[in-house]
């Protein structure tokens, strides 16, 4: 079992750019959790999915942000256009709906927007 | 508000010394704690929580209601448990992580 997979490792982008992120969560995990954590600051929870819908997005900074889930299984988060507050390490974390405390968390994608 | 404080951003311990990394916490309803730990090169993964009173690689951590905090605790560090560490709370179904806090245990 590969665990939590997150693809790119590290993106660096320009300001306006777009850049779209992939977590591929384990397999047979309803839970799907997006986080970030931008430099010096607390890991921030963005949104979170059951199958393939949004369950909470309260976490999402703005209308820049968007994340999708389709057929359940794995999810992208895009940031369109990127803006340089947008750096930051994307975590990405998946559990079963049966045991939500046992958040298994991806490597992480580092985006740098300059 | 939920919202969870690590005061130190580093603590550097020689091997063989206690540690206590510290966590406090705001939160209005009972609150499901964590320690979250992330060695170098390796991901974020969990060290223990609150619910299961377990000690994880010498490391135990206890919830005090009174105090809201939820401090992690080891006897004698070892070199290997230099990482990062992070407290979160669980109210409801997501996640507050603290800052983190960067533990150096010198040989």
């Known amino acids: 079992e590969a665990g939590v997979t997150q693809f790119p490792s590290h993106s660096v982008i320009e300001k306006g750019q777009t850049v779209t992120l992939r977590c591929d969560p384990i397999s047979g995990h309803d839970n799907l959790y997006w986080y970030r954590r931008v430099m010096g600051k607390e890991i921030k929870f963005l949104l979170h999915f059951v199958k393939e819908s949004k369950q909470d997005e309260s976490g999402m900074p703005n209308n820049r942000f968007l994340a999708e889930r389709t057929g359940g299984t794995y999810s992208t988060l895009k940031v369109q256009p990127a803006e340089l507050e947008d750096s930051g390490v994307y975590f990405c974390a998946s559990s079963q709906v049966s045991l939500v405390n046992e958040q298994f968390f991806g490597p992480g994608t580092r985006l740098t927007v300059l | 508000a939920q919202r969870v404080t690590q005061p130190e951003k580093l603590l550097s311990v020689f091997k063989g010394a206690p540690v206590e990394l510290k966590c406090n916490y705001s939160y209005s309803g009972s609150p499901e704690l964590f320690w979250y730990v992330q060695y170098s090169r390796q991901r974020l993964q969990l060290l223990l929580r609150?619910?299961s009173r377990e000690s994880i690689k010498g490391f135990t951590a206890d919830l005090n209601k009174g105090e809201t905090s939820f401090h992690l605790k080891k006897p004698f560090a070892q070199e290997e448990d230099s990482a990062m560490y992070y407290c979160?709370?669980?109210?409801?179904?997501?996640?507050?992580f603290g800052p983190g806090t960067r533990l150096s245990v010198l040989p």
């Open positions: 609150h619910i």
């Open positions: 979160a709370l669980r109210g409801g179904q997501n996640f507050v």
